[in-house]
C-alpha cells in the first residue's frame, strides 16, 4: 500500500510565496517521476510542474519563472516552491506519484492567494 502526505497549503497574499511537501511512502519498488496537479471546482486536473527520477523537469507555462519543483529521491518526498503567487494560482493542489504501473495521488491541499 502506498501512501502520499502533503503539506504546506493556505492563504497567502498575492506576492507571496508558498512551499508544498509530498512524502511518499509503503511498497514503492521505483519511482518514475512526481508531480504537482492543481484543480479548481468544475474544471479539468491540470499539471503543474513533474520531476523525473532523472531529475528532468516540465512546467505548466503559467507558473514557469515563478515555481520550483524539487525532489529528495532518498525521502521519496517532493517538493513545490511557489513564488510570486498570483490569485489564479488558487485550487487545489494534488500530489501525483508514477511508479511506471500505477499512479497514486494525494488528498490534496488547498492554496488560497488572496489579499
Known amino acids: 500500500q502506498v501512501q502520499l502526505v502533503e503539506s504546506g497549503g493556505g492563504l497567502v497574499q498575492p506576492g507571496g510565496s508558498l512551499r508544498l511537501s509530498c512524502a511518499a511512502s509503503?511498497?514503492?519498488?521505483?519511482?518514475?517521476?512526481m508531480g504537482w496537479y492543481r484543480q479548481a471546482p468544475g474544471k479539468q486536473r491540470e499539471l503543474v510542474a513533474r520531476i523525473t527520477s532523472g531529475g528532468s523537469t516540465n512546467y505548466a507555462d503559467s507558473v514557469k519563472g515563478r515555481f520550483t519543483i524539487s525532489r529528495d529521491n532518498a525521502k521519496n518526498t517532493v517538493y513545490l516552491q511557489m513564488n510570486s503567487l498570483k490569485p489564479e494560482d488558487t485550487d487545489v493542489y494534488y500530489c501525483?506519484?508514477?511508479?511506471?504501473?500505477?499512479?497514486?495521488w494525494g488528498q490534496g491541499t488547498q492554496v488560497t492567494v488572496s489579499s
Open positions: 509503503g511498497s514503492i519498488f521505483g519511482i518514475n517521476a
Open positions: 501525483n506519484l508514477d511508479v511506471y504501473w500505477r499512479i497514486y
